[in-house]
C-alpha cells in the first residue's frame, strides 16, 4: 500500500499546482511563462488519467466474483490497480507525446 499511498500524494499535489496555476493564468495578463505551461499540462495528464484510473478501481469494477478465501490471502484488486496505473502512465505518455509531436515545445 506504500505506492498507492504515494500515487494518492501525487494525485492532490498535482491537482493543487492546477488549481493554483490556473487562478494565476487567469488573473495575469501576459504569458504566465512556457515552461509552466507545459508543466501544467504533464500535470494535467497524470491528474486526469489517474484519476480515470481510481474511478474504475473506486467503483470496484476489477474485483471480480467472491469466493472462498485461503491464506496467505493475495487479493486481485491488488495486481489489477498495478497494471491499471501502469497502463494508465502509458496513456499520458502517449497524450503528451501526441501534444509534443502536434504542438511542438518552441510554440
Sequence with gaps: MVMEEKLSKLHRITGVFLFV???IHVLSKGPV???FDWLAVVAFA???FNGIRLVIVELALLLGKPGFVEYPYSPISLKYSRVLFYLSMV???MFLAIL???KGMTS
Excluded: N, P, R
Aim: aromatic share 20%; hydrophobic share 60%; with cysteine.
Design 21 to 23: 496555476y490556473m487562478i
Design 33 to 35: 511563462c512556457v515552461y
Design 100 to 102: 509534443i509531436i502536434g
Design 91 to 93: 496513456m499520458a505518455a
Design 46 to 48: 497524470y491528474h486526469a
